[in-house]
């Protein structure tokens, strides 16, 4: 059975007390209709695993009420100015860290990194902040369908019927931008020695390299220096 759907404006003590309780909450972002959960949570964690059929390594990526928070959650490298999270964020960009936070393993998949973005939306942000902390959110489709835009309609297709609330605010910015082309959020990793592109977005790469213009990106270099660092990680007990 679908889960009960919400309008925006209606929906923040209920989606807040969803989540609260380990459940998950389809919610509108700037681009795709995304799952959400508390990102402490163990089970919830769990749960979105499972209702994406997820079985790849895949990390879920967090969403934090504030930028002066991240530091509470992530290592910020020392060559890193931190100045530049108040003048990126709240912005569709993640960055990818070291974790500080103990957060579940399987949200991270065992990789120990972990990529951090304060939303723009409206609805998403009032349950961020209405939380108080961290929430994992990912598209709401099921896994393995490749790079697809996920409206309302498709989240509640794949996975309406596996989550316990969804707010349904219509149709995302890049829903109304569909010659977009990137209706996903960037990715850069500061993992490394410098600022590294994952993953093109909905915020360009000229915008991010107004900020951090030694930003290097060449994806398959990427690719290959993170599978390298993934093989030279010795096994988790």
Same mark, same amino acid.
């Given at each position: 059975m ?15 007390? =969803?989540?609260?309780?380990?459940? +998950? ?11 959400l ?7 919830a ?11 790849? =390594? ?35 960009? *993640? ?9 579940? %393993?399987?949200?991270?998949?065992? +990789?120990?990194?972990?990529?951090? *973005? ?20 990912? *598209? ?10 996920v409206?309302l ?6 996975v309406?019927d &596996?989550? %316990? +609330? ?16 990137? !209706? ?16 093109p ?7 991010? !390299?107004?900020?951090?213009? %030694?930003? %290097? ?8 220096? +993170?599978?390298? &660092? ?8």
């Amino acid at each position: 059975m679908t889960a009960p759907v919400v309008p925006a404006g209606e929906h923040l003590e209920r989606a807040v007390s =969803v989540l609260e309780e380990g459940g +998950l909450v389809i919610s509108p972002t700037t681009t795709n209709y995304n799952i959400l959960c508390d990102a402490t949570n163990v089970e919830a964690v769990a749960k979105v695993f499972k209702a994406k059929e997820r079985v790849k =390594v895949a990390p879920l990526p967090v969403s934090l009420p504030y930028p002066s928070m991240i530091p509470e959650f992530v290592d910020v490298p020392e060559w890193f100015d931190s100045s530049i999270f108040e003048a990126m964020l709240p912005g569709e960009v *993640s960055f990818v860290f070291w974790q500080r936070y103990p957060f579940p %393993d399987q949200l991270t998949c065992g +990789l120990r990194t972990v990529a951090v *973005s304060v939303t723009t939306h409206p609805v998403m942000r009032s349950m961020v902040t209405g939380l108080g902390g961290p929430i994992a959110a990912t *598209s709401a489709n099921v896994s393995g369908q490749g790079n697809v835009f996920v409206p309302l309609a498709k989240a509640i297709e794949d996975v309406g019927d &596996r989550v %316990d +609330l969804i707010v349904d605010a219509g149709a995302t910015a890049a829903e109304l931008a569909p010659e977009h082309g990137n !209706r996903v959020n960037t990715i850069v990793d500061l993992t490394f020695d410098r600022p590294r592109l994952v993953r093109p977005g909905w915020v360009s790469l000229e915008e991010v !390299r107004r900020y951090l213009p %030694d930003v %290097d990106d060449d994806l398959e270099a990427y690719k290959t220096l +993170l599978a390298e &660092r993934t093989a030279a990680r010795p096994p988790t007990s």
